[in-house]
């Protein structure tokens, strides 16, 4: 990885150098102006969306004062802004202003702001309400526990996130990651299954490339940064609006086009080579599309005969990203929104490919695809109500073939082929009466289509038999409602219930939801929450079967008799605001696990192991008698960009067990221990043309734990001996990375250009990711994790 990491940074450096060169500078007649943009946008009130005509919008820090108000349509224009780091305020009667630091104008692209103000509760007629605005409070007006917003810009100033709200939100507190060579998040100690994300309010397939059915992550992101707007990330005891998930939630969100004019985006980097478009639709007034496409950097350079040094191991993924929104007669709009990918590579041991992602001694051949569309509508009822209504398809396709070395066949050992396809309709109600009361609701119904086949060559019998065969459908229906009662500015109430029914099995759970958040102080916010949640099983569990009948070749399956697995959350913690930039938070946090599935044949497994690679232990006849306990406390110092500079430190204490079949108590594979993240980074406006970062992270974490490999009985066997009765009692060596970003930002007269360096594991610390058996060279392999590795990205918008 070390030759190829470094021949890719060489060629992208060639490709910076005719990108710096090739394009114009601009003339001495325009560096002598000034550079301005446009910064317009629509205030709405947070809870139901509707306009705030005659707020209040202005540009403090301006010389002289910049301002306007909404018109009746809450919409607002500044023109001929000067560029560079603004803050902008809002101010509305009987509702809390709200202030934008740091926002980034640029000559690329106009500074579109779509901004939610919340009513304030004590209202005296003709006075203005003060308060202060929390930049980390999420977009989610009904989450008050284990919950923070995220900005896009966010995802690249992180050192080591390359774009990638995954790595990103593994800066923090509580969260890690798998791997280097994965983005699977890992939230207080819980398996990365137990993720949920969403798109637009759609629950989606796992979004990244090379993803495996069932799992959450994977090594690259489909999931375009530049398409984001700020979205949420939830950590625990979240809202009743979220349901089937046991450890966290993404709930994402593509921002719109812009309804006005065209704009474009130009990258290469990490990601891929991409290019993006966006402008009015002129066909409809008011509307706007959005659309983005990307194109595997690896595989270009390939196909023009660069050797990268990856031998076979080129991945080629493509996906495409868009967005359409086209507004009523009645103040409602559509949206036809969508996201896919398709990805293969072939890891060839034989080749001399590497060996890093765990499957030395092979040969492995993989592909697959992923995507969701949708449409929703959205409309108001008066001033005080909003409904939205969801029609989406959503699916996820994996083919998988491994030749075993050693055997030295023709045709591969095992093959495998699994699919999922997912209809779901949803709709939702949400209706505000005054300030104190807010009512949410809503209901999805799910219909799926599942299709699995596993085939494993026997030896003895000559050929392959299968230990997954069929077919199906899983229809389920979804119900939640919740209420947020405001006593006050400074004491808000929600609770709210979840209820799931799976009717390919008529299993069902309730789950009761309540979250508090005071304000003690001026600066000091006390939250308590407590939430059952509960998540179905990977669908390709309840289709294990085992083969019935050898005349017939008929197969039954043996796990569909599985209920939910459950959690019990409970969440306490308190921030301070030591000033409007800085903030200190200390949360700590108790979950019990309980019906988690187990196996008899293996009676140390539980599927609260599983989870952070490329496959996952899979047993048929299994039961729901596993638990689990995760317990911890929590620490976040973050200072946000304030005159340049910015710092985040977050630092985690935990411990996640489980019980097996057997009922002994064991560490999960999770089990961590501690981790702690140091970020800061510095900007320098050099002339508001030119803008030079840098951004530092280091991060030091428990090893992670594993099943060791009895290599004597393995050289026996011809096959990997896991020693199960030291299930994750031993761990590797602690996890250290240190990563460094630069970045130059440059505005022209009418498009702006970014270069970015990013230089993961600066030190090159040797990380170990896993020990496998390598049955070609009869041994116990050990695969590291990602060497030193520089890779350079470049932008251009216009």
Not at 408 to 423: C, K, M, Q, Y
Not at 684 to 704: E, F, P, T, Y
Request: charged share 20%; aromatic share 12%; no cysteine.
């Amino acid at each position: 990885m070390t030759h190829s990491g470094r021949r890719f940074v060489l060629v992208q450096s060639i490709w910076m150098a005719l990108l710096l060169f090739g394009i114009p500078w601009g003339t001495r007649a325009t560096a002598t102006a000034e550079l301005t943009q446009t910064v317009r946008g629509r205030v709405t009130d947070a809870i139901i969306g509707t306009p705030l005509p005659g707020a209040t919008v202005y540009l403090p820090d301006t010389a002289p004062a910049m301002g306007t108000m909404t018109n009746n349509q809450g919409e607002f224009r500044l023109p001929e802004v000067p560029i560079g780091r603004l803050t902008l305020r809002v101010t509305y009667i009987g509702y809390h202003p709200v202030q934008l630091s740091n926002l980034t104008l640029t000559t690329g692209r106009e500074l579109v702001l779509d901004i939610g103000m919340e009513e304030a509760v004590m209202q005296v007629e003709g006075v203005e309400i003060r308060g202060t605005t929390r930049k980390d409070r999420p977009v989610n007006e009904m989450a008050l526990v284990s919950a923070r917003s995220f900005t896009i810009e966010e995802t690249e100033r992180y050192a080591g996130s390359l774009g990638d709200p995954s790595r990103m939100a593994a800066n923090f507190a509580g969260v890690s990651s798998a791997s280097d060579q994965r983005n699977d998040i890992i939230i207080r100690g819980n398996s990365p299954m137990g993720l949920l994300w969403r798109l637009d309010g759609v629950e989606i397939p796992n979004p990244n490339h090379f993803g495996s059915l069932g799992s959450t992550g994977g090594p690259v992101s489909m999931l375009n940064n530049n398409l984001l707007t700020n979205s949420d990330f939830y950590t625990g005891a979240f809202p009743a609006e979220f349901g089937n998930a046991l450890a966290g939630a993404f709930d994402l969100r593509l921002r719109s086009g812009n309804a006005e004019r065209r704009e474009y985006v130009g990258q290469v980097g990490f990601n891929g080579f991409e290019l993006g478009a966006e402008g009015p639709w002129r066909r409809f007034p008011g509307a706007s599309y959005l659309v983005n496409g990307r194109y595997s950097t690896l595989a270009i350079m390939d196909a023009l005969g660069l050797d990268m040094g990856t031998g076979t191991a080129v991945p080629q993924y493509k996906d495409v990203s868009f967005k359409l929104d086209v507004p009523t007669e009645r103040r409602g709009y559509f949206t036809l929104f969508g996201l896919g990918g398709t990805s293969y590579i072939e890891m060839l041991d034989s080749k001399g490919d590497p060996a890093a992602y765990g499957f030395s001694g092979t040969d492995l051949y993989f592909g697959g695809d992923t995507g969701v569309i949708g449409l929703t509508h959205t409309g108001f009822s008066g001033d005080h109500a909003r409904f939205t209504s969801t029609v989406s398809v959503s699916g996820i396709r994996n083919d998988v073939e491994l030749y075993q070395l050693e055997d030295e066949l023709d045709f591969p050992n095992v093959i495998e082929a699994g699919s999922e396809v997912r209809f779901s309709l949803s709709s939702r109600y949400r209706r505000k009466r005054g300030a104190r009361h807010t009512v949410n609701a809503g209901a999805v119904f799910d219909h799926l289509w599942v299709e699995y086949d596993g085939r494993e060559y026997d030896k003895d019998l000559d050929g392959h038999i299968n230990y997954l065969k069929n077919s199906g459908t899983m229809p389920q229906t979804r119900a939640f409602g919740e209420w947020q009662h405001r006593h006050t500015d400074r004491l808000t109430l929600n609770s709210g219930l979840h209820a799931h029914l799976l009717l390919f099995n008529n299993t069902w759970a309730l789950e009761p939801r309540v979250a508090l958040d005071w304000q003690a102080t001026d600066r000091g916010n006390l939250n308590l929450g407590a939430g059952m949640h509960s998540q179905t099983q990977p669908r390709a569990i309840y289709f294990m079967s085992e083969l019935a009948d050898t005349l017939d070749n008929t197969y039954v399956l043996t796990n569909d008799h599985l209920d939910f697995s459950r959690s019990l959350h409970l969440v306490a913690g308190y921030e301070h605001r030591l000033h409007d930039k800085l903030r200190v938070k200390l949360e700590a946090y108790y979950q019990y696990l309980y019906d988690l599935p187990v196996s008899e044949e293996r009676p140390e497994y539980s599927t609260l192991v599983t989870g952070g690679g490329f496959s996952y232990w899979v047993y048929d006849h299994m039961q729901n008698a596993g638990t689990g306990r995760n317990y911890g406390v929590e620490l976040t110092l973050e200072r946000f960009l304030h005159q340049g500079l910015y710092y985040l430190f977050t630092g985690s204490l935990f411990d996640a067990t489980y019980r097996g079949f057997d009922g002994v108590k064991r560490n999960s594979s999770f089990n961590n221990n501690f981790i702690v993240n140091a970020l800061a980074g510095y900007e320098w406006d050099l002339d508001r043309r030119h803008v030079l970062a840098v951004d530092v992270k280091g991060v030091l974490a428990g090893g992670s734990r594993y099943v060791p490999i009895d290599e004597e009985l393995s050289r026996v066997d011809n096959e990997a001996v896991y020693v199960w009765d030291q299930a994750f009692q031993q761990r590797h060596n602690a996890y250290f990375r240190l990563n460094a970003r630069l970045s130059y930002r440059r505005n022209g007269p009418r498009y702006n250009q970014e270069w970015a360096l990013d230089l993961q594991n600066l030190t090159n610390h040797r990380n170990i990711f896993m020990r496998t058996w390598n049955s070609y060279k009869q041994e116990v392999t050990t695969n590291y994790q990602m060497e030193f590795l520089p890779m350079m990205t470049y932008r251009i918008r216009f």
